[in-house]
DNA sequence: TACATGATGCCCT
DNA sequence: GGGCATCATGTAG
């Protein structure tokens, strides 16, 4: 990574959504462990509107679930899903409005031996770790970069993002997306025909690598 | 390669 | 007790 990155502020989090969504697609997220910093670039996300979004977790009020959601910007909702695996997300708008941004796929930057680790396995010949086709495998998808970041509800569920002392955070190290592509959100069923997902159109490391355009 | 299905546990009604 | 912002695996083609 290079040696010029910034870190997030809480201004970009205190935004709608889905500007949020967008604008967090090639941004770096980044976790500091002791033994070495994880760091992937987020190549796909999804927005989850506070008001008349039938699908977003704060849809029916604040809970001790979700009210993560419902607290300052750029924060960590993290909940648990389906008795497996953890869903990483951010809060978005000011302090008592919900909103937030789900992470679905990571392109692994740094400490990829760790993050196979943490997703159960088992590191190839040198010639494969570099390969698209094995570094999918660690990130992508919204359970699966969890895991790969070592990410738990118990841990991680409202840490900031925008603290310089926080071990996750987000950087922008100056990458430039080439080209955003718009579809509907994966794996809802309420209001799922809103294009509310957001992905870089090309990259190997997205969870669904084709899926119908609604805008490019 | 594409699709269907089962595993699994927590939160909320 | 139902439903769930998922993933790995098995079967068919």
Redesign the pocket.
């Known amino acids: 990574m290079p040696a010029a990155s910034t870190l997030l502020s809480s201004a970009f989090f205190n935004r709608d959504p889905r500007r949020v969504a967008r604008s967090l697609l090639g941004k770096v997220l980044i976790r500091r462990t002791p033994h070495g910093i994880l760091a992937g670039r987020i190549v796909e996300t ?1 927005a ?1 509107l506070g008001a008349g979004d039938a ?4 849809a ?2 604040k ?4 009210s993560v ?1 419902f607290g300052p910007p750029g924060f960590a ?1 993290v ?7 953890y ?1 990483l ?1 951010v809060s978005c708008l000011p302090d008592g409005v919900p909103g ?1 941004v ?1 992470f679905r796929a990571l392109e692994p930057l740094m400490g990829v031996r760790e993050m196979a680790a943490g ?1 159960g396995l088992s590191v190839p010949g040198p010639e494969y770790l570099k390969k698209a086709s094995w570094l999918r ?1 660690i990130s992508a ?5 969890c895991e790969a970041f070592s990410i738990t ?1 118990a841990r991680d569920n409202g840490k900031s993002f925008v603290s310089s002392r926080s071990d996750l955070q987000i950087a922008d190290d100056g990458h430039r997306v080439r080209r955003v592509a718009i579809g509907p ?6 209001s799922a025909e809103q294009p509310l997902r957001y992905f870089i159109a090309n990259s190997p490391f997205v ?1 669904v690598p084709l899926r119908p355009l609604v805008k490019a």
């Open positions: 999804e989850y699908a977003a977790h704060s029916s009020g809970t001790a679930r979700n959601l909702y909940y648990f899903i389906y008795g497996n695996y869903c997300n937030g789900l997703r495998k998808g919204p359970g699966l970069l509800r959100r994966i794996g809802i069923t309420k969870s």
